[in-house]
C-alpha cells in the first residue's frame, strides 16, 4: 500500500472513530478532532486547526463536518502536493465523520418512539446532557491552553502553558474579552462578531 493510499485509510478511520464516540455535535467534537490530528498524528499544528476552526465557524454548514472537510484537504494536498487529492481527502474524511451517525439513526429511528418515555432512556439522555456541554468546554479550553503531563494523566503534575499561536500578546485576549462580553453580556449577533473579529485582526495584525 503506497504512502498516500495508507494516509487515506487513516483519514478514514480516525473521522469515523471520531463521529462514532463525539455525542452534541459540532462543537462537542472540536477536542477529540484536536486530539487526534494535532496531538496523536501531528498532521496539523495547534495553530492551523485554530484557522481550520476558524473558517469553519465562518462558513455555511455544521462546524464539525466543515472541520473535517478542511482537514481533509489540508493534509491530503499538503502530503501529497495534489488539490485534486485534497479534494479526495475532503470527501473521505466528511463521509467517514457522517458515517456513523447515518448507521446509528437508522437503527435507532424506529425504536426512539417506543422507548421516548422509558425511565432508562430518560435517565441515560440525563446523563448525556452534562457531558456534552464538558465536551464543549474542553474544545474552548484546548484553543486557549496546551497541556502536559509529567506521568499519567490525572494522577502526575501538569504543565500548563498558553497556546502562544492562538495568543500571540495582549492584544489577542483584549479580542477575545471584547467579543466574549458582546456575546454574553449584549447578546449581539454572532455573525457580527465574527466580521468584527476579522476587521480587527486585519486592522491590527
Not at 495553530?47 to 493534509?75: E, K, L, R
Not at 466528511?94 to 425511565?119: E, G, R
Not at 503531563?149 to 503534575?157: K, N, Q
Request: charged share 10%; glycine share 10%.
Amino acid at each position: 500500500m503506497t504512502g498516500t493510499a495508507l494516509l487515506f485509510l487513516e483519514l478514514f478511520l480516525t473521522f469515523f472513530v471520531i463521529g462514532l464516540f463525539t455525542i452534541g455535535g459540532g462543537y462537542a467534537m472540536l477536542s477529540l478532532i484536536q486530539t487526534e490530528i494535532v496531538v496523536r498524528h501531528g498532521w496539523l499544528t495547534e495553530s492551523n486547526f485554530t484557522d481550520i476552526v476558524a473558517i469553519s465557524q465562518m462558513t455555511p454548514g455544521p462546524i464539525g463536518i466543515n472541520c473535517a472537510t478542511y482537514v481533509g484537504y489540508d493534509v491530503v494536498s499538503a502530503a501529497s502536493g495534489s488539490p485534486a487529492l485534497g479534494v479526495l481527502g475532503s470527501f473521505t474524511t466528511t463521509f467517514a465523520l457522517v458515517l456513523p451517525s447515518f448507521i446509528i439513526m437508522l437503527m435507532l429511528v424506529k425504536f426512539y418512539a417506543k422507548f421516548h418515555n422509558d425511565k432508562i432512556f430518560g435517565g441515560v439522555m440525563g446523563w448525556l446532557r452534562p457531558a456534552v456541554i464538558g465536551l464543549i468546554g474542553a474544545a474552548a479550553v484546548i484553543l486557549v491552553l496546551n497541556t502536559a503531563w509529567d506521568g499519567v494523566p490525572l494522577f502526575s503534575r501538569p504543565e500548563i502553558s498558553v497556546v502562544k499561536e492562538n495568543f500571540p500578546d495582549w492584544k489577542s485576549w483584549v479580542l477575545l474579552g471584547t467579543a466574549f462580553i458582546c456575546s454574553f453580556k449584549f447578546k449581539v449577533n454572532p455573525i457580527l462578531i465574527i466580521l468584527a473579529g476579522g476587521v480587527a485582526g486585519l486592522l491590527i495584525y
